[in-house]
DNA sequence: GGCCTGACGCGAA
DNA sequence: CTTCGCGCCAGGC
């Protein structure tokens, strides 16, 4: 039996660098389309975040996971460090926090 | 079981 | 584009 929490890792974790999804897609893609708001809260209750696993297979990309329309949103370590992670797998951010692809 | 809390979304002003 | 208000839903107490 998977609860929803469980299915939103599976989707969170299914998400390849480079790639974003909105919440509400995440949400969606676990089964309840208008769950966007909870699907925050379980990224936030989250131990295993990415940063301090990122060669673990098991380690869940969140910062991969952002607002509609491509705002930013939050992350537990600080959006700082979402940016900069973002940055890396080949996205930049306007100053109204809109992500773009960038070269 | 009920109440409160948000890493949200969207239409309206 | 900005700000407000309200609906939505799982989790934690």
């Not at 039996?1 to 989707?11: E, G, H, K, L, W």
């Not at 790639?19 to 309840?32: F, H, I, N, P, S």
Request: net charge positive.
């Amino acid at each position: 039996m998977s609860t929803f929490r469980d299915r939103v890792i599976n989707v969170v974790r299914a998400i390849p660098p480079g790639r974003l999804m909105t919440y509400g897609e995440v949400a969606q893609a676990a089964g309840k389309l208008r769950a966007a708001r909870a699907v925050g809260a379980i990224m936030r209750a989250n131990k295993l975040s990415f940063i301090a696993h990122a060669n673990d297979p098991n380690a869940i990309p969140c910062h991969r996971v952002v607002a509609a329309k491509y705002r930013l949103g939050g992350f537990n370590a600080g959006t700082k460090q979402k940016q900069q992670l973002l940055r890396k797998e080949g996205w930049s951010i306007t100053k109204k926090q809109k992500l773009e692809r960038h070269v």
